[in-house]
C-alpha cells in the first residue's frame, strides 16, 4: 500500500469518526431537547386533566372529566387519555372500551417512556388528582394559604394520565440523522477528493524524485528530476540533478571498471611473468641510482651471487659490493664515464655477505626512463670461466711441455744409453784404488739420473695411462707408504693413515697411482724438514649421481705462497734448490688423475696443505664389464689403452670440469 493510499484512507477515517462523533453528539442533543418538550407538554396536559377532574374534596362529575378528556385529545400528538378515581377504577377514558378497568393507583406523579408496536413510541404522564379532606361543618378551601392545612389534610381522588406519541420527535430525529449521514458522507467524499488532489500536487515531485533516485541506481547517470515548484521540493531536485551531475565525473560503469580491471590483471600477469624471467637470469641484474650509486632493485641470481637478500641488497650501495668503486669519489669518476660512454664493460671484483670475493665481468648501461636516470647492470660471475681459462691454458702448456718433452727424451735417450753403457763398461774394469773411480762412478750415477729424468719427461709426455685394472686402492696406498717409510723416519716426519673400509676396487694403472702417492708424499718431506705428520686418508664420497674414492694427503709442513700456489702444476715450476727439484713432480700428479678421469685440488696454509685427489669408483658390473671387454679386444684386434680411456676417461672429464684449486 503505497503512501498516498495509507493517507487518504487515515484522513477519510479520522473525518468521518468526527463528524460522526459530533453528528452523534448533535443528534442525541436535539432528541433530548425535542423529548424534554414532548414532557412539558405532556405534564401540562396531564396538570390540566388533573385539575378539571377534581374539585377539592371530589372528583368531578364523569360527564366534566370525559369533556375535559376530548379537548385533551384534540391536541397533537395524545394517543389517550384517561382518569380513574383512588381505587384505581378507571373512569373515564378516551378509548370507552377501557372504562371501568382497573389500573394501579399512584399517589405521586410520573412520567416513563414506553414504545407500542403500533404506535411507537410514547411519553407516559400519571398525575395524582388531589383534594382536601373536609370535616365536619367545615368549609374546604383546596388553595386557600391562610394555613387551613394544619387541619384540612390533602387526599389523591385519583389519577389522570395522558400518553403523548414520540413519533413525530422520532421521524424528526430519523431525517436529521439521514441529512446528516448524507452530509457526512458527501463531507468524506470531499475530503478524499481533496486530500486526493493535495496529494497529487504534493507527492508528484516525490515520485519525480523516486524515480530519478531508481534510474540513478540502474546506471543511467544522465536521468534528470524536472520540478517546476519553487519549494524545498524543487530545491531537493536540484541537489539531486548536481550530484548526479558530480557523478558523471567520479563514477565509472561496471563494463569500463571491468575492463580496466581485466587490463590490470594482463599488466600484473606480464609483470610477474617479467619478473619471473629477469629472476632466473643466468647473470646479476642491478639496477643503480647513479648519484647515489643505491642499488633500487636486483634479481634473485644477483642476490644468489652475493649471499645477501633482495631488502638487504636494496638498502646497500654498489660501493659496499664492489671493492673497485669502494667510496664516493670511485663511484663518481665510474658514473661519469658510464655516463659519458654510455655503456661499458668492466671485470670487476663483488664482495660477498661472507666476505669472499669473486670476478665478475659487469656490463653497465645508462637509462635515462620518465625524466629519471639509472644504472642497469648485468654481472656476469666469472669464477667458472677463470677456472676453464686456467686449464686450458694448464693445458696448452702440458701439452707443448710433453711434446718437447718427448723430442728432447727422444733426443737424449739414445746418446744416454751409450754413456751409461759405456760408464758402467769402465766401473766394471776399475781396480780397487783406480784414480778414475770417483770420475768414472760420478759418471756413471749422473748419466742414471739423467735416464730417470728421460723417464719422468717421457711419463709426462705420453698420452696413455697405461694399462688400468681394477686395483684395491687400500693396498696400493699401503704399499706406497711402504716405499716412503724409510724416508720418513729418517727426516722424523710420522706418518697417519685412516683408510675407510668400504671402498671399492678403482680402474686404475698401480703403479702410477702408487707414484702420484710417491711425489706428494715426497713433497710433504720436502716441505718438513725439522719433522712433522704426514696423513693419508681415503674413504667413499657421494656426489649424486657419482660415487668418488677421495684420497687426502696432508702434511704439517710450511706450506705453499700465495704466489706460488696457482704455479705448482705447472711443468718444471720448482722452488728447490738447482739438483734438488725438476718441478716435474706434480705435473705428472695432475696428468695422471687427469688421465684417470679424476680431479687434484690443494689447499695450503702455513701449518698445513692438503692435496685432495678424487678418482671415480665404478660399481662391481662396471669393473666386470670392464674386463671382460678389455679380455675381448685382446684375443680379437689387439689393444690400445688410449681407446680404453676414451669410453671413461673423457666423459667424467666433461662432467668435472675443474681442476685443482692451486690453479
Ligand atoms: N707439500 C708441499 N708443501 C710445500 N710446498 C710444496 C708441497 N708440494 C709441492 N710444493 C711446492 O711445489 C713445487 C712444485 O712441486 P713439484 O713436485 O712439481 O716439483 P719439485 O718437488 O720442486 O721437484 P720434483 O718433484 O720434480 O723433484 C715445489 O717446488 C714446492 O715449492
Ligand atoms: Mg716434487
Same mark, same amino acid.
Given at each position: 500500500?503505497?503512501?498516498?493510499?495509507?493517507?487518504?484512507?487515515?484522513?477519510?477515517?479520522?473525518?468521518?469518526?468526527?463528524?460522526?462523533?459530533?453528528?452523534?453528539?448533535?443528534?442525541?442533543?436535539?432528541?433530548?431537547?425535542?423529548?424534554?418538550?414532548?414532557?412539558?407538554?405532556?405534564?401540562?396536559?396531564?396538570?390540566?386533566?388533573?385539575?378539571?377532574?377534581?374539585?377539592?374534596?371530589?372528583?368531578?362529575?364523569?360527564?366534566?372529566?370525559?369533556?375535559?378528556?376530548?379537548?385533551?385529545?384534540?391536541?397533537?400528538?395524545?394517543?389517550?387519555?384517561?382518569?380513574?378515581?383512588?381505587?384505581?377504577?378507571?373512569?373515564?377514558?378516551?378509548?370507552?372500551?377501557?372504562?371501568?378497568?382497573?389500573?394501579?393507583?399512584?399517589?405521586?406523579?410520573?412520567?416513563?417512556?414506553?414504545?407500542?408496536?403500533?404506535?411507537?413510541?410514547?411519553?407516559?404522564?400519571?398525575?395524582?388528582?388531589?383534594?382536601?379532606?373536609?370535616?365536619?361543618?367545615?368549609?374546604?378551601?383546596?388553595?386557600?394559604?391562610?394555613?387551613?392545612?394544619?387541619?384540612?389534610?390533602?387526599?389523591?381522588?385519583?389519577?389522570?394520565?395522558?400518553?403523548?406519541?414520540?413519533?413525530?420527535?422520532?421521524?424528526?430525529?430519523?431525517?436529521?440523522?439521514?441529512?446528516?449521514?448524507?452530509?457526512?458522507?458527501?463531507?468524506?467524499?470531499?475530503?478524499?477528493?481533496?486530500?486526493?488532489?493535495?496529494?497529487?500536487?504534493?507527492?508528484?515531485?516525490?515520485?519525480?524524485?523516486?524515480?530519478?533516485?531508481?534510474?540513478?541506481?540502474?546506471?543511467?547517470?544522465?536521468?534528470?528530476?524536472?520540478?517546476?515548484?519553487?519549494?524545498?521540493?524543487?530545491?531537493?531536485?536540484?541537489?539531486?540533478?548536481?550530484?548526479?551531475?558530480?557523478?558523471?565525473?567520479?563514477?565509472?560503469?561496471?563494463?569500463?571498471?571491468?575492463?580496466?580491471?581485466?587490463?590490470?590483471?594482463?599488466?600484473?600477469?606480464?609483470?610477474?611473468?617479467?619478473?619471473?624471467?629477469?629472476?632466473?637470469?643466468?647473470?646479476?641484474?642491478?639496477?643503480?641510482?647513479?648519484?647515489?650509486?643505491?642499488?633500487?632493485?636486483?634479481?634473485?641470481?644477483?642476490?644468489?651471487?652475493?649471499?645477501?637478500?633482495?631488502?638487504?641488497?636494496?638498502?646497500?650501495?654498489?660501493?659496499?659490493?664492489?671493492?673497485?668503486?669502494?667510496?664516493?669519489?670511485?663511484?663518481?669518476?665510474?658514473?661519469?664515464?658510464?655516463?659519458?660512454?654510455?655503456?661499458?664493460?668492466?671485470?670487476?671484483?663483488?664482495?660477498?655477505?661472507?666476505?669472499?670475493?669473486?670476478?665478475? &665481468?659487469?656490463? =653497465? *648501461?645508462? /637509462?635515462?626512463? !620518465?625524466?629519471?636516470?639509472?644504472?642497469?647492470? %648485468?654481472?656476469?660471475? #666469472? @669464477?667458472?670461466?677463470?677456472?676453464?681459462?686456467?686449464?686450458?691454458?694448464?693445458?696448452?702448456?702440458?701439452?707443448?711441455?710433453?711434446?718437447?718433452?718427448?723430442?728432447?727424451?727422444?733426443?737424449?735417450?739414445?746418446?744416454?744409453?751409450?754413456?751409461?753403457?759405456?760408464?758402467?763398461?769402465?766401473?766394471?774394469?776399475?781396480?780397487?784404488?783406480?784414480?778414475? &773411480?770417483?770420475? =768414472? *762412478?760420478? /759418471?756413471?750415477? !749422473?748419466?742414471?739420473?739423467?735416464?730417470?729424468? %728421460?723417464?719422468?719427461? #717421457? @711419463?709426462?709426455?705420453?698420452?696413455?695411462?697405461?694399462?688400468?685394472?681394477?686395483?684395491?686402492?687400500?693396498?696400493?696406498?699401503?704399499?706406497?707408504?711402504?716405499?716412503?717409510?724409510?724416508?720418513?723416519?729418517?727426516?722424523?716426519?710420522?706418518?697417519?693413515?685412516?683408510?675407510?673400509?668400504?671402498?671399492?676396487?678403482?680402474?686404475?694403472?698401480?703403479?702410477?697411482?702408487?707414484? =702420484?702417492?710417491?711425489?706428494?708424499?715426497?713433497?710433504?718431506?720436502?716441505?718438513?724438514?725439522?719433522?712433522?705428520? #704426514?696423513?693419508?686418508?681415503?674413504?667413499?664420497?657421494?656426489?649424486?649421481?657419482?660415487?668418488?674414492?677421495?684420497?687426502?694427503?696432508?702434511?704439517?709442513?710450511?706450506?705453499?705462497?700465495?704466489?706460488?700456489?696457482?704455479?705448482?702444476?705447472?711443468?718444471?715450476?720448482?722452488?728447490?734448490?738447482?739438483?734438488?727439484?725438476?718441478?716435474?713432480?706434480?705435473?705428472?700428479?695432475?696428468?695422471?688423475?687427469?688421465?684417470?678421469?679424476?680431479?687434484?685440488?690443494?689447499?695450503?696454509?702455513?701449518?698445513?696443505?692438503?692435496?685432495?685427489?678424487?678418482?671415480?669408483?665404478?660399481?662391481?658390473?662396471?669393473?666386470?664389464?670392464?674386463?671382460?671387454?678389455?679380455?675381448?679386444?685382446?684375443?680379437?684386434?689387439?689393444?690400445?689403452?688410449?681407446?680404453?680411456?676414451?669410453?671413461?676417461?673423457?666423459?667424467?672429464?666433461?662432467?668435472?670440469?675443474?681442476?685443482?684449486?692451486?690453479?
Amino acid at each position: 500500500m503505497n503512501i498516498k493510499i495509507k493517507f487518504i484512507i487515515f484522513n477519510t477515517a479520522l473525518i468521518v469518526l468526527i463528524t460522526f462523533g459530533l453528528g452523534a453528539l448533535f443528534i442525541v442533543t436535539v432528541k433530548g431537547m425535542l423529548n424534554k418538550e414532548m414532557e412539558k407538554r405532556g405534564l401540562d396536559l396531564g396538570r390540566a386533566l388533573a385539575e378539571k377532574s377534581g374539585f377539592g374534596f371530589a372528583l368531578r362529575p364523569e360527564s366534566e372529566i370525559l369533556e375535559a378528556i376530548q379537548e385533551i385529545m384534540q391536541r397533537d400528538q395524545i394517543l389517550s387519555a384517561r382518569v380513574s378515581d383512588a381505587r384505581g377504577k378507571i373512569i373515564a377514558h378516551s378509548d370507552i372500551r377501557e372504562v371501568g378497568k382497573m389500573v394501579p393507583p399512584q399517589s405521586a406523579s410520573q412520567l416513563s417512556y414506553g414504545k407500542n408496536k403500533g404506535s411507537g413510541s410514547y411519553i407516559d404522564v400519571n398525575l395524582p388528582i388531589e383534594g382536601v379532606e373536609i370535616r365536619d361543618d367545615d368549609f374546604l378551601i383546596p388553595d386557600d394559604p391562610a394555613g387551613k392545612k394544619d387541619q384540612d389534610e390533602t387526599i389523591v381522588l385519583g389519577n389522570a394520565q395522558v400518553l403523548m406519541s414520540l413519533e413525530r420527535v422520532e421521524t424528526f430525529i430519523r431525517s436529521l440523522t439521514a441529512t446528516l449521514a448524507a452530509i457526512i458522507l458527501g463531507a468524506a467524499l470531499l475530503v478524499m477528493a481533496f486530500v486526493f488532489h493535495i496529494l497529487k500536487v504534493f507527492l508528484s515531485p516525490l515520485q519525480a524524485l523516486k524515480k530519478g533516485v531508481d534510474m540513478l541506481g540502474a546506471g543511467n547517470l544522465d536521468h534528470r528530476v524536472q520540478i517546476s515548484t519553487k519549494d524545498e521540493i524543487a530545491d531537493l531536485a536540484r541537489s539531486f540533478n548536481q550530484m548526479a551531475e558530480n557523478l558523471i565525473h567520479t563514477t565509472v560503469s561496471k563494463g569500463e571498471l571491468q575492463k580496466s580491471l581485466d587490463l590490470l590483471k594482463r599488466k600484473e600477469q606480464d609483470l610477474r611473468l617479467f619478473r619471473g624471467l629477469i629472476d632466473r637470469s643466468n647473470d646479476g641484474i642491478f639496477v643503480v641510482d647513479p648519484e647515489t650509486s643505491r642499488m633500487i632493485d636486483v634479481n634473485e641470481k644477483a642476490c644468489a651471487n652475493l649471499g645477501y637478500t633482495r631488502e638487504e641488497l636494496c638498502r646497500m650501495k654498489v660501493t659496499d659490493i664492489s671493492p673497485n668503486v669502494s667510496d664516493e669519489l670511485a663511484w663518481k669518476a665510474h658514473a661519469q664515464e658510464v655516463k659519458r660512454k654510455d655503456y661499458v664493460v668492466l671485470e670487476i671484483i663483488h664482495k660477498r655477505k661472507d666476505g669472499s670475493t669473486y670476478p665478475v &665481468e659487469i656490463n =653497465v *648501461k645508462f /637509462i635515462r626512463l !620518465e625524466d629519471k636516470e639509472f644504472f642497469l647492470a %648485468v654481472g656476469r660471475d #666469472l @669464477t667458472d670461466r677463470r677456472k676453464m681459462q686456467a686449464q686450458v691454458m694448464q693445458s696448452e702448456k702440458m701439452s707443448a711441455v710433453g711434446q718437447l718433452a718427448a723430442g728432447v727424451a727422444h733426443e737424449i735417450n739414445n746418446p744416454l744409453g751409450v754413456i751409461i753403457g759405456f760408464a758402467q763398461g769402465l766401473v766394471n774394469r776399475l781396480k780397487p784404488g783406480d784414480s778414475y &773411480e770417483m770420475p =768414472v *762412478k760420478s /759418471i756413471e750415477r !749422473e748419466a742414471l739420473r739423467c735416464k730417470n729424468l %728421460v723417464q719422468d719427461l #717421457l @711419463t709426462f709426455s705420453r698420452t696413455s695411462v697405461g694399462d688400468r685394472e681394477p686395483q684395491d686402492l687400500t693396498h696400493i696406498l699401503e704399499s706406497a707408504v711402504t716405499l716412503v717409510e724409510t724416508r720418513a723416519k729418517m727426516g722424523k716426519v710420522t706418518i697417519e693413515k685412516v683408510l675407510s673400509k668400504d671402498i671399492p676396487k678403482v680402474l686404475c694403472n698401480q703403479n702410477q697411482i702408487q707414484q =702420484v702417492i710417491i711425489n706428494l708424499a715426497n713433497n710433504a718431506f720436502d716441505a718438513m724438514p725439522d719433522g712433522g705428520k #704426514l696423513k693419508i686418508s681415503a674413504h667413499l664420497i657421494e656426489e649424486n649421481p657419482l660415487s668418488w674414492v677421495s684420497l687426502k694427503i696432508t702434511d704439517s709442513g710450511a706450506g705453499i705462497s700465495s704466489e706460488a700456489l696457482p704455479k705448482i702444476f705447472e711443468p718444471f715450476f720448482t722452488t728447490k734448490e738447482v739438483g734438488k727439484g725438476t718441478g716435474l713432480g706434480l705435473s705428472l700428479v695432475y696428468e695422471i688423475i687427469k688421465k684417470h678421469s679424476g680431479t687434484v685440488e690443494v689447499t695450503s696454509r702455513p701449518g698445513e696443505t692438503e692435496f685432495h685427489i678424487k678418482l671415480p669408483a665404478r660399481t662391481g658390473r662396471e669393473l666386470e664389464e670392464h674386463v671382460i671387454q678389455v679380455r675381448e679386444r685382446r684375443e680379437t684386434s689387439g689393444w690400445s689403452p688410449d681407446r680404453d680411456l676414451t669410453k671413461y676417461g673423457k666423459g667424467s672429464l666433461e662432467r668435472k670440469p675443474e681442476g685443482h684449486k692451486g690453479v
